[in-house]
């Protein structure tokens, strides 16, 4: 049921034992993740 929040579409729209349930990933945690890819990018970047 999770995998849908890898997924493009950030709204994820499910059942769970018979209840239809609707998430998304909190936009703090994706702009957390975005500065982890810079730093990651950075690192990667001055090994070259």
Sequence with gaps: ?????????????????GKTKIGMP???????MLDIEKRLIGCIDTVH
Aim: with cysteine; proline share 8%; hydrophobic share 50%.
């Design 26 to 32: 909190k936009p703090t945690v994706l702009m957390a």
């Design 1 to 17: 049921m999770l995998v849908g929040y890898f997924l493009p579409c950030k709204i994820v729209v499910y059942e769970d034992n």
